[in-house]
């Protein structure tokens, strides 16, 4: 089913897979630390700013913020998923960040005044949202003159292994997850940059950059990557938890031999490739 425009499904779905994403949020966080890391020195955070994070999971990027904006700044940690906001929160707590707000919130609806914050951050969230032009329009209106905009998505699935092994063997078993992954709120549904360009054009932004930033999940093994992907997949996960034993196993046995050619000793290393944008 496609997600709903309202966005309950989107928040369902994200609910489902939360507390995976918070039991592997080391691996997640570290695995794409560079995109992290390029979206937070993009904004450019300075000492007493106000920095939004948009579908922030369980916080990891957003946790590179608070040390430099300092006490009198602070970070809004948000997420449609409550559960989400949950482990953000527990986060936060074990690193002992004071100057962090957790938030319930929609990216396309954002419950903030204009031109409340300084920067906005969105990592590998923008491309779910059903109405992406919609949540460009709220980053705009919410940020204050010269504010800036870092967010990353993913490129087209021949450049993303990491993903389209494990959606590979489910389809070999007869099963497709739900939804188009090119269309509205699809994993791919921003893989071209030119769709970046257009968005940004259309929600009154200017001085933006788009890059692409390689990079590579490296598992400890076949079942260390079962494990991570079949519990975080979103809409995949959900399907894979739906499926009997026997139907669980086959598919199991499938990714066994797609991996292969990317097979390190015991190790999978599977390449990724995000989407990098930063505007003003």
Same mark, same amino acid.
């Given at each position: 089913?496609?997600?709903?425009?309202?966005?309950?499904?989107?928040?369902?779905?994200?609910?489902? $897979?939360?507390?995976? *994403?918070? #039991? @592997? /949020?080391?691996?997640?966080?570290?695995?794409?630390?560079? !995109?992290?890391? *390029?979206?937070?020195?993009?904004?450019?955070?300075?000492?007493?700013?106000?920095?939004?994070?948009?579908?922030?999971?369980?916080?990891?990027?957003?946790? +590179? $913020?608070?040390?430099? %904006?300092?006490?009198?700044? @602070?970070?809004? &940690?948000?997420?449609?998923?409550?559960?989400?906001?949950?482990?953000?929160?527990?986060?936060?707590? #074990?690193?002992?960040?004071?100057?962090?707000?957790?938030?319930?919130?929609?990216?396309? /609806?954002?419950? =903030?005044?204009?031109?409340?914050?300084?920067?906005?951050?969105?990592?590998?969230?923008?491309?779910?949202?059903?109405?992406?032009?919609? !949540?460009?329009?709220? $980053?705009?209106? !919410?940020?204050?003159?010269?504010?800036?905009?870092?967010?990353?998505?993913?490129?087209?699935?021949?450049?993303?292994?990491?993903?389209?092994? +494990?959606?590979?063997?489910?389809?070999?078993?007869? @099963?497709?997850?739900?939804?188009?992954?090119?269309?509205?709120?699809?994993?791919?549904?921003?893989?071209?940059?030119?769709?970046?360009?257009? =968005?940004?054009?259309?929600?009154?932004?200017?001085?933006?950059?788009?890059?692409?930033?390689?990079?590579?999940?490296?598992?400890?093994?076949?079942? @260390?990557? *079962?494990?991570?992907?079949?519990?975080?997949?979103?809409?995949?996960? %959900?399907?894979? &938890?739906?499926?009997?034993?026997?139907?669980?196993?086959?598919?199991?046995?499938? +990714?066994?031999?797609? !991996?292969?050619?990317?097979?390190?000793?015991?190790?999978?290393? =599977?390449?990724?490739?995000?989407?990098? $944008?930063?505007? /003003?």
């Amino acid at each position: 089913m496609a997600p709903d425009p309202e966005g309950p499904d989107v928040a369902w779905t994200a609910d489902q $897979v939360a507390t995976a *994403w918070e #039991e @592997h /949020r080391t691996f997640l966080f570290e695995s794409s630390r560079p !995109v992290s890391e *390029w979206l937070v020195e993009r904004i450019d955070p300075r000492p007493g700013q106000t920095v939004l994070e948009l579908a922030a999971g369980p916080g990891e990027t957003g946790f +590179l $913020v608070p040390e430099r %904006v300092g006490p009198d700044g @602070h970070l809004i &940690s948000t997420d449609l998923s409550a559960r989400m906001v949950a482990a953000a929160e527990r986060g936060a707590a #074990e690193r002992g960040l004071d100057n962090v707000e957790h938030r319930v919130m929609d990216a396309q /609806r954002l419950d =903030l005044p204009d031109d409340s914050v300084d920067g906005v951050i969105m990592r590998f969230g923008l491309m779910l949202t059903p109405d992406p032009a919609q !949540v460009l329009r709220e $980053v705009r209106r !919410v940020l204050r003159e010269g504010g800036r905009l870092a967010y990353a998505v993913w490129a087209a699935p021949d450049r993303n292994p990491w993903l389209t092994q +494990l959606v590979g063997a489910v389809l070999q078993h007869g @099963h497709a997850p739900p939804g188009d992954p090119f269309g509205p709120g699809g994993v791919f549904s921003l893989a071209a940059e030119d769709d970046n360009r257009q =968005l940004l054009e259309a929600a009154g932004f200017t001085d933006w950059d788009i890059v692409e930033i390689p990079g590579m999940f490296r598992y400890d093994s076949v079942d @260390h990557y *079962w494990t991570v992907q079949s519990s975080v997949g979103g809409p995949i996960a %959900v399907l894979i &938890s739906s499926l009997s034993a026997d139907e669980v196993a086959a598919i199991r046995a499938s +990714l066994e031999s797609l !991996v292969e050619p990317f097979k390190s000793g015991n190790a999978v290393e =599977l390449p990724t490739l995000a989407i990098a $944008v930063t505007a /003003r």
